[in-house]
């Protein structure tokens, strides 16, 4: 039996639970929280046979955890990874896995130094229609890549920390990183913002956010608009010079549409299967059982890359 720890009784939380319960051989032992009767709620509303505990750090002293995964807020992803690190536990860090490169460097070196397990839950990296779309990619389905579009937008402001500064809101942060990732997965990690734009709240945190980012001497863009004000239809498009790949919600891959030079469907492939969550918690299960301390669909240097690019992207908000 694989066994999970949860840091953080929040909605991320609950929808992991959910989505995991698809998975053979996993179960959640013990939730954490700052507040007991919060821990108490969330566990008999969710899990009823895991503890509840009362600190994050009664998490580091349960012996029976093979893998924590981290679903506070933002500005404390650091703080409890490097916690559970320091104690020799394995980890899943929602994403955006740290606030800057620094705190994700610091991650990593501690892992390295310890032999463990440590992983940015960017879940669009582990989706099987994402990696089909790298695979066309790879294999000159659509020729060089010289453009790429998305946008990501949720009517989402009501909720309190996505506007909190002190808990690392803003739209880029919360949402930014998808269209972020998806350039990076695509163009690779030499990466330049030429461009940024944003609306801001009274809170300073940003409301909106419009880039541009550039593979510098090659001229390939990435071109994304995110907001946490409103609903927009969350798609993409990576555009080659061949033809071109639509993609229908960048957040949580539906279906993937593959076009040639002239704008006839060549190819589609749907969503099938396990639940995303449960997709990226069944391939850090696997890494962990091979012994890894990275998963090769999201290894350390990538997070660390996008870590970069999200610090010069806040930097030139």
Known sequence: ???I???????MAA??????KDLEEVEIVAVASRDKSRANKFVKQNCPEAKALGTYEQMTRQKDIDLVYIATPNTYHYENAIMCVKNHMNVLVEKPFA??????DSIFSEAKNRGVFVCEAMWTSFMPLHLKMIEWIKSGKIGAVRYIQSNLGYDIEDVARVTDPALGGGAHLDLGVYPTNLAVSILGENLNPVSVFAHRYSTGVEKDVSCVLEVPGDGAMAVSFV???TNTDKDGSV??????IKIRNINDYEKIELYDHDGNLVEEIEREGLNSYAVEMK??????HQGLIQCPQMPWHKTAYIASLN???RGMI
Do not use: H, L, P, V
Not at 15 to 20: C, D
Not at 283 to 288: E, G, N, R, S
């Open 1 to 3: 039996m694989f066994r």
């Open 5 to 11: 720890g949860i840091i953080g009784c929040g909605r």
């Open 15 to 20: 929808k992991m639970i959910g989505s995991i």
């Open 99 to 104: 606030m800057n490169r620094q705190e994700a």
């Open 227 to 229: 907001t946490i004000s």
């Open 239 to 244: 555009i080659g010079e061949t033809g071109y």
């Open 283 to 288: 391939a850090c299960i696997d890494a962990i």
């Open 311 to 313: 610090d010069r992207i």
